[in-house]
């Protein structure tokens, strides 16, 4: 009698995980306003091509969550299909960060050290408004000190950095992380309320716009 109730409990828990699994699967649905919102229209450099754009900034904790699934994501995307990073500038502050992925760019370092700059940050809380504490991480990586600062003070970088600005207003990106698809649609976290959200939203845009194609 008591193992026939053990199985029956055990059924029960069973169902009840399962109930929940399929719940927590649930497939998204794009619903707008709520997990992604329309922005006045921006340029499109291959109009043959969805543009994705990941707008971050190193500091956001929300980002660095975000990382591993938009990285696994980004890497398997089809040849229809152009991704890009912006660092985003919202506050002064957020400048030297930008500044850092620019310089990792222009030394043809951000791929490598993508990665690094997150766990830096958060798991070592490196300073890194700092440009000589930058230039001493950057020479751990295997980048010449001196190389580094010539990079990271350039007129080039500066100019990056103010572009960066102009499409953070342009784009209306009002928190990080946030996911732009084809200069129209905007997701993010908080809209999501969920950072695990942000990539199955994001796809279904893409889906979206490929169709419009």
Request: proline share 5%; aromatic share 8%.
């Amino acid at each position: 009698m008591r193992s026939i109730a053990a199985g029956a409990l055990a059924l029960v828990c069973l169902l009840a995980a399962a109930g929940i699994m399929a719940q927590s699967a649930a497939p998204v649905a794009l619903s707008a306003g709520k997990n992604y919102r329309e922005i006045p229209q921006q340029p499109i450099a291959d109009a043959s091509r969805v543009e994705v754009i990941d707008f971050f900034f190193y500091g956001c904790p929300f980002c660095n969550e975000l990382r591993p699934m938009l990285e696994r994501w980004r890497k398997g995307l089809s040849a229809d299909v152009v991704f890009r990073r912006v660092p985003t500038v919202r506050h002064d502050s957020w400048a030297p960060l930008a500044r850092t992925y620019f310089t990792l760019d222009a030394l043809g370092e951000s791929e490598r050290l993508h990665e690094e700059v997150y766990k830096s940050y958060h798991d070592e809380e490196l300073h890194m408004s700092k440009p000589d504490v930058m230039a001493d991480w950057a020479s751990r990586q295997g980048i010449e000190r001196q190389r580094w600062l010539e990079v990271y003070n350039s007129q080039d970088v500066s100019r990056r950095v103010e572009h960066a600005r102009k499409l953070t207003r342009d784009y209306d990106i009002q928190g990080t992380p946030s996911i732009v698809v084809n200069g129209r649609y905007l997701t993010s976290s908080g809209l999501t309320d969920d950072v695990k959200l942000v990539v199955p939203v994001v796809q279904l845009l893409v889906d979206r716009e490929r169709a419009r194609k």
